[in-house]
């Protein structure tokens, strides 16, 4: 199970969830304090802006994080949950949930995946450049994207709740 928040929600939805991995997708990442109960090796850091092209003075997503991000899901045992966030649990956070739901689901339809996040988060507004660099990884011909397409963007809020995916 995949649970999605913001970094105001992190050491209590790490807690509420049991989640043994995190995944840290924002600017700042310097700034995130690990919960206890994840060890070290299980929180992965990956700093980026919440930008959908390079802008100067700005860490646009690139390929590179992407694959930080699917080679560290991919070694997600699934034993206990992961906790993905973001800063405000919106865009970052939910375009990485919707990459690793596809990763780890190779079979599954990128709009089912799609209308499940929506319908867990009728905020979540996934960052458009992560989900294109993912579907490009994935090898998805494009079906990310026309999949977040199709569920449109997110109701307009300033910080996410916290919501969860399943896998399957």
């Given amino acids: 199970m995949i649970h999605v928040c913001s970094l105001a929600a992190l050491h209590e939805t790490v807690r509420l969830s049991g989640a043994s991995h995190v995944l840290t997708i924002m600017a700042n990442v310097e700034q995130v304090q690990r919960p206890p109960t ?4 299980n929180h992965l850091r990956v700093s980026v802006d919440d930008i ?7 860490m646009a997503p690139n390929e590179d994080h992407v694959t930080q991000v699917l080679d560290f899901v991919r070694g ?10 973001c800063y405000a649990g919106i865009s970052r956070s939910t375009a990485s949930a919707f990459a690793t739901a596809c990763a780890l689901n190779p079979h599954r339809d990128e709009f089912d995946i799609a209308r499940a996040i929506r319908a867990a988060s009728p905020i979540a507004s996934p960052n458009r450049l992560i989900v294109s660099l993912a579907d490009r990884a994935l090898g998805r011909e494009g079906r990310m ?6 569920i449109g963007p997110g109701t307009m809020m300033v910080d996410g709740t916290p919501f969860r995916i399943e896998l399957d």
């Avoid at 959908?52 to 700005?58: K, R």
């Avoid at 994207?145 to 199709?150: C, I, P, S």
């Fill in 52 to 58: 959908t092209e390079q802008l100067p003075g700005f």
């Fill in 76 to 85: 997600w045992d699934r034993a206990a949950p992961l906790v993905i966030h």
């Fill in 145 to 150: 994207v026309r999949a977040l397409d199709a």
């Fill in 38 to 41: 994840i060890r070290p090796e």
